[in-house]
């Protein structure tokens, strides 16, 4: 592989779609979900980035998705969105979020070492995370969310 093709293949995040890449893209594996999300003009309830904002150039995992959608070298546009629900059952409803927003949380539960029945609410996802549209690079910080658990558990 030529020193330029390694540079192309390791060029993660660093595309912005065109408007025909986003008016050609299908979802990939969240298809039903983002086709609903972009009819009905949906944001992310924690970041606020729109579904086609989710759109992001990476590493395309699997075989089958990477024959379909990826390019000489395995890279394509993908998305990740996730129905966000409470594991406990009590504190909201389940919710439609982005991929990287529903990551964080799982990251800072693991971090603070929260209980496995704990979830945060998509609002309170928003307090502690931020994430760049188009790239999903993601902004943690640590500190409010320990702030946000330690309000809520001690109501």
């Not at 390019?71 to 979020?97: P, Q, S, V």
């Not at 799982?106 to 188009?134: H, M, N």
């Given at each position: ?59 395309i ?37 982005c ?7 799982g ?49």
């Amino acid at each position: 592989m030529t020193n330029e093709a390694k540079q192309r293949k390791t060029r993660k995040w660093s595309k912005i779609p065109t408007a025909a890449e986003i008016a050609a893209f299908d979802g990939m594996h969240c298809a039903s979900m983002y086709r609903e999300a972009v009819a009905a003009k949906w944001r992310c309830p924690s970041c606020e980035r729109s579904a086609h904002e989710l759109i992001r150039w990476s590493e395309i995992r699997g075989p089958g998705m990477r024959r379909r959608y990826g390019d000489e070298f395995g890279m394509g546009w993908t998305i990740t969105m996730a129905r966000h629900h409470c594991h406990a059952g009590r504190r909201f409803e389940t919710t439609l979020i982005c991929g990287d927003c529903n990551a964080a949380d799982g990251a800072v539960k693991r971090k603070l070492k929260l209980p496995s029945d704990w979830s945060f609410t998509p609002e309170e996802i928003g307090q502690f995370v931020r994430v760049d549209c188009y790239s999903g690079r993601t902004c943690i910080d640590f500190d409010k969310a320990q702030q946000i658990y330690d309000s809520e558990r001690s109501r």
